[in-house]
């Protein structure tokens, strides 16, 4: 497992993908940066942070861009380039290639979401460690939940990084920001939930709808669900 | 005996029927495998032993779809297939004794010849990862290439790297889909003097490929798959020696083509003679040696000149067909 953990950290960290998704990451707190240098009135920074920075950029954008690019890739871009049947050929069991894989996502679309998450609150003044820490934590329930959903698409359809980015854009974004009750079926609202669970952030001035073990019940049923539905999908699956 | 009788030729010399006795280390009972309305392999039974055989038939015959079900990438439609006696599909731990080179190209490129076979061998657990590797890549002869990365080598050197990651763990079973695709001669040679050795080790070494002069030197016996079906199994010096046989149609141009099919009616070599629509002679003859040299005698006798002699059914795939129709 852990041949396959480290072949997918260097598959995952090829200097061209890296440097993009660390530009996207770098946006949030090149911003707190500026923001730290021109701080307006404590009020409107704290504003400044949970609406615009945590909320529309690192939780809504940079979480599950980089997250569903990552996980898009772990297992289909091996299924398309035929590379998977070195794998599928060795005595491993198809769970023994899904771990290392699903480990190596959340290792790096986790440091570096979570860096970019952690690294804005901290740098934007009027933040605290229990804000640093709940947007971690809150962070790394998206990733884990993102990865599951997109491991799994990633094996379904050649098409799962176009279908993740409608998800997270029309779904995540548009449709569930205006039917509160479809909620329960968005990894943002568990993310924010989450990081509201642990400290009192407000995102755009909206009290999370989950509370914290409504949000990290919903998650794990996510991550459960989808991971066992991957180890099928890949169990099944013919390889060309 | 055609296809649509559904029963392959059996071509049993005496060493086949004596090898009969080995126990088979891979059999094949009635698989099918079909996407959509396409059926690529059709109820199709074997049985492997250790050995060289070659897997022949044209391009779209099956070959690769029957070696991913053997190999158990791929689920039969029907059927069923066992490897070592057991079912080879999701039963991960049979890779350790099986070794298995797919027809595609792909490798993991920003990695180094060497660190793709190192790869292989930690995958598959190989005890003694350095020695297993440095073995591996001189069987094939890379020891001077292999710190660089896959990405520069030419086709035939990833396909040797590639032959060396599938050789490290040392399998009895090895499965080689189009082997040779890429390489120059000299590494046929190497090629086939190496899989001749690894099968008189009492190794299963199975290779497909379309082309037949590949197989012609290594394989003990030879499988042929035509649509799909199983057309002729048996000792490949025998199925040889049927291709000698094969009629062969030879169009014939000429000054007078009345005057040259008079002239070579009677030529031992010549079964039949007909006119085409475009002013040539076709020869049907089961002779091409003594038809050779029977058309410019008689052309010369007759003073007929020759404006040209075309082999007409020289294809691989009319080749196969023949030895299908049986």
């Known amino acids: 497992m852990l041949t396959i953990y480290k072949l997918s950290l260097t598959q995952m960290l090829r200097p061209k993908r890296l440097l993009i998704l660390l530009f996207i990451a770098s946006v949030p707190v090149a911003l707190s940066v500026v923001a730290a240098i021109f701080p307006p009135d404590t009020e409107d920074l704290v504003s400044f942070r949970d609406d615009f920075l945590m909320g529309p950029i690192v939780i809504s954008a940079v979480l599950p861009i980089i997250t569903v690019v990552l996980a898009t890739a772990s297992l289909g871009h091996e299924i398309e380039d035929q590379t998977m049947t070195y794998l599928f050929l060795k005595p491993v069991s198809r769970w023994g290639i899904i771990l290392p894989k699903f480990l190596a996502t959340i290792t790096v679309a986790g440091v570096v979401v979570i860096g970019s998450g952690v690294l804005t609150t901290v740098i934007v003044p009027e933040g605290s460690v229990t804000t640093s820490a709940a947007a971690a934590v809150g962070l790394a329930v998206?990733?884990?939940?993102?990865?599951?959903?997109?491991?799994?698409?990633?094996?379904?359809?050649?098409?799962?990084?176009?279908?993740?980015?409608?998800?997270?854009?029309?779904?995540?974004?548009?449709?569930?920001?205006?039917?509160?009750?479809?909620?329960?079926?968005?990894?943002?609202?568990?993310?924010?939930?989450?990081i509201h669970g642990f400290d009192d952030i407000q995102f755009a001035g909206d009290a999370a709808t989950l509370s914290l073990p409504q949000a990290l019940s919903a998650a794990g049923i996510v991550v459960v669900l989808f991971v066992a539905l991957t180890i099928r999908r890949l169990t099944r699956m013919d390889v060309a | 005996m055609t296809l649509s009788d559904n029963q392959p030729v059996a071509i049993e010399p005496e060493e086949e029927v004596a090898n009969s006795r080995v126990e088979p280390t891979i059999t094949v009972s009635n698989v099918s495998k079909w996407f959509g309305d396409v059926v690529s392999v059709n109820d199709v039974s074997l049985e492997v032993r250790p050995g060289l055989t070659g897997l022949l038939g044209p391009n779209g015959a099956g070959k690769t779809t029957l070696l991913r079900m053997i190999c158990g990438l791929t689920r039969p439609s029907g059927g069923e297939i066992q490897v070592f006696g057991e079912p080879v599909r999701n039963n991960p731990e049979l890779y350790r004794r099986i070794g298995v080179m797919p027809e595609h190209q792909s490798t993991y490129d920003f990695m180094s010849g060497r660190a793709f076979v190192e790869l292989n061998a930690r995958l598959q657990q190989v005890p003694d990862v350095k020695t297993a590797v440095e073995r591996a890549i001189e069987q094939v002869d890379m020891q001077d290439a292999q710190n660089r990365s896959i990405g520069e080598y030419s086709r035939g050197m990833k396909q040797r790297m590639r032959l060396a990651s599938v050789m490290v763990h040392d399998p009895e079973i090895l499965l080689l889909d189009e082997p040779l695709s890429g390489t120059d001669p000299r590494q046929r040679i190497e090629f086939q003097e190496l899989m001749v050795r690894l099968a008189s080790e009492g190794r299963t070494i199975m290779i497909s490929s379309h082309i037949l002069e590949e197989v012609e030197a290594v394989a003990d016996r030879i499988l042929l798959l035509v649509y799909g079906k199983l057309a002729a199994s048996g000792d490949y010096h025998v199925i040889r020696q049927k291709l000698r046989d094969r009629p062969y149609i030879v169009r014939v141009g000429a000054s007078d083509v009345r005057a040259l099919a008079a002239g070579l009616i009677t030529e031992p070599s010549v079964e039949s003679i007909s006119m085409d629509g475009e002013g040539h002679i076709q020869i049907l003859s089961r002779s091409v040696w003594e038809l050779q040299l029977a058309i410019p005698k008689a052309a010369q006798a007759l003073g007929i000149r020759l404006t040209r002699v075309d082999p007409l059914d020289d294809s691989l795939e009319s080749v196969f067909t023949y030895l299908a129709d049986r």
Do not use: C, D, N, P
Request: charged residues 10%; neutral net charge.
């Open chain 1, 142 to 194: 998206g990733v884990l939940a993102y990865t599951s959903i997109f491991t799994w698409a990633g094996l379904m359809t050649s098409h799962a990084l176009a279908l993740g980015l409608v998800y997270v854009f029309v779904w995540e974004a548009a449709i569930v920001g205006f039917l509160q009750g479809v909620r329960w079926l968005s990894i943002r609202h568990y993310t924010e939930a989450t």
